[in-house]
């Protein structure tokens, strides 16, 4: 499976773009790259999921490289409710019974202050 | 929209008790699954489910056992409950098509200490 590589903390200034990298250099043809977020100790929240071109929505936007060994999630304005631990995730190649299942690393907490 | 509704919120057992932490949802999903956080970590799958009648395990299932008789149900059973296991537990929901899932939804958790 894929791996990901993320920073573990980060900070921003309130208003600014929030920029979140995360590196995944083994990652294979079929495999999505999806972001997650965690606000405190609630269940995660879904933001966004990309194959080769970029993506936005109203949340965020999601920039993957050519070679797709790295992507960067980026909010554009953070508000400090956007503090939380952001996950980056390739789903699994398909194996038997293990398609498709998405596993969580540690993440990158991220922190806006005012 | 209830979406993914986890019961209980708050539990303490003893080591050695049993018990099902239960999730359900109404958005017809496929697939169901159930991770443990501990303490600053990310999230471990623990088993998962593709449809009714089908489940399979993840990276941690020793000491848990599920299963899925209907698309709005998976509960997850503790047989002997250890201290290892004093966590947060989250199910989530997703539609299955070719293999993959697609955007998951969580529900908000079950506090789980074993004394």
């Known amino acids: 499976d894929a791996k990901t590589t993320q920073p573990p903390s980060m900070d921003c200034a309130e208003g600014r773009a929030a920029n979140l990298p995360c590196n995944h250099s083994?990652?294979?043809?079929?495999?999505?790259v999806y972001w997650y977020r965690q606000i405190h100790s609630q269940g995660p929240q879904y933001i966004i999921h990309g194959l080769k071109n970029n993506e936005t929505n109203e949340m965020a936007s999601l920039i993957i490289t050519e070679d797709r060994k790295s992507s960067t999630l980026i909010l554009p304005h953070a508000t400090l409710r956007d503090t939380a631990v952001y996950y980056c995730?390739?789903?699994?190649?398909?194996?038997?019974?293990?398609?498709?299942?998405?596993?969580f690393g540690k993440g990158t907490k991220l922190s806006v202050k005012p | 929209n209830a979406g993914v509704t986890q019961t209980p919120k708050f539990q303490v057992l003893k080591t050695g008790q049993s018990m099902t932490l239960q999730c359900a949802q109404d958005?017809?999903?496929?697939?169901m699954s159930w991770y443990r956080q501990d303490p600053g970590m990310g999230l471990r799958l623990i088993h998962y489910?593709?449809?009714?009648?089908?489940?399979d395990q993840g990276e941690v299932p020793n000491g848990y056992n599920v299963s899925r008789s209907t698309t709005e149900d998976f509960p997850l059973r503790l047989l002997s409950a250890a201290p290892s296991q004093t966590s947060v537990y989250f199910c989530?929901?997703?539609?299955?098509?070719?293999?993959?899932?697609?955007?998951?939804?969580f529900g908000e958790g079950s506090r789980l200490t074993v004394l």
């Open positions: 489910s593709v449809g009714a009648g089908i489940t």
């Open positions: 083994t990652i294979s043809g079929n495999e999505y």
């Open positions: 958005m017809n999903h496929e697939y």
């Open positions: 989530a929901s997703s539609y299955w098509a070719g293999g993959r899932t697609g955007e998951l939804f």
């Open positions: 995730i390739v789903s699994p190649r398909a194996r038997g019974g293990s398609q498709g299942n998405l596993i």
